[in-house]
C-alpha cells in the first residue's frame, strides 16, 4: 500500500517542453527528498525540504526546480526539458526522526 | 566524504542457493546502515537497517550484520527464490546527520533462476 504517490508514471516529451514531476505523501513527513537514478542504477539526491517553504540543492546538480508549499506536496518542474534529462526521478520523505526514507514508485521520463 | 561501495552484478543464482551481497563503506563516528531493495518497474522499499555496531538486521529471511572493525554490512540469505530477483542497495545515513540524507551504493542486481 503505497503512501506516497508519484504522477506520472511514465511521460514521453519532446525536446523544450516544461514538465512537472508530482509527488504527494499522507504520512505528515517533515522531510521529503528528490532522487535521480540514472540508467546503471545509480542514485543521486538533487533535491531535498525540511519542511515547509525550504528547499535545498542536493548533491548532484540539476536544472530541475522544486517547491513545498504544502506538507505533502514536493513537485519538480524542468522549464525546459533535453534529452539529458531522460531518467528515473524518485521521490522519497522521512518523519522528523528521519531514520527511514519510504520511496514513491518512481517516475520515468524519456526527452525525445 | 561518506561512501558505500557494493559488489558489482549481477549477480546469477539458483533457486535455493545462498546468497551473499557484499557492501563496505567509509563514514566517521557511527553511521546507521540500510539494504533497500528495488524490484522491476518500482520504487526502494526498505528491507531492513541496523544502528549500531554488531546490530543485526533481519526481515523475509535476509540478515546483515554491522561490522565496525571491517566496516562492513553484508547482506545474506540462506535460500534465494525467484522472487527475490531485484536490485539490491546497500546505504548510510551518515553519524550525527538529522537530515534523513542517505548516501546509496551503486546497486547489485540479483537474478534468480528457477
Known amino acids: 500500500e503505497a503512501d506516497i504517490y508519484q504522477i506520472p508514471r511514465y511521460l514521453v516529451i519532446g525536446t523544450g517542453k516544461k514538465i512537472t514531476l508530482e509527488c504527494s505523501q499522507t504520512?505528515?513527513?517533515?522531510?521529503m527528498y528528490w532522487y535521480q537514478q540514472d540508467p546503471g542504477m545509480e542514485l543521486h539526491l538533487i533535491h531535498y525540504?525540511?519542511?515547509?517553504?525550504?528547499?535545498e540543492k542536493g548533491d548532484l546538480s540539476s536544472e530541475s526546480t522544486v517547491s513545498r508549499i504544502r506538507t505533502e506536496h514536493f513537485p519538480l518542474t524542468l522549464e525546459s526539458a533535453r534529452p539529458s534529462h531522460t531518467s528515473q526521478y524518485l521521490c522519497a520523505s522521512s518523519d522528523t526522526g528521519a531514520n527511514v526514507l519510504t520511496f514513491g514508485a518512481g517516475s520515468r521520463l524519456t526527452v525525445l | 566524504g561518506d561512501s558505500v561501495t557494493q559488489m558489482e552484478g549481477p549477480v546469477t543464482l539458483s533457486e535455493e542457493a545462498f546468497l551473499t551481497i557484499n557492501c563496505t563503506y567509509t563514514?566517521?563516528?557511527?553511521?546507521?546502515l540500510f539494504w533497500y531493495v528495488q524490484y522491476p518497474g518500482e520504487g526502494l522499499q526498505l528491507l531492513l537497517k541496523a544502528t549500531k555496531a554488531d546490530d543485526k538486521g533481519s526481515n523475509k529471511g535476509f540478515e546483515a550484520t554491522y561490522r565496525k572493525e571491517t566496516t562492513s554490512f553484508h547482506l545474506e540469505k540462506g535460500s534465494v527464490q525467484v522472487s527475490d530477483s531485484a536490485v539490491y542497495f546497500c546505504?548510510?545515513?551518515?553519524?550525527?546527520?538529522?537530515?534523513?540524507?542517505?548516501?546509496f551504493g551503486q546497486g547489485t542486481t540479483l537474478q534468480v533462476k528457477p
Open positions: 525540504s525540511y519542511g515547509v517553504n525550504s528547499t
Open positions: 546505504a548510510l545515513r551518515p553519524f550525527g546527520s538529522a537530515t534523513g540524507k542517505l548516501i
Open positions: 504520512m505528515g513527513h517533515d522531510k
Open positions: 563514514a566517521t563516528g557511527y553511521p546507521s
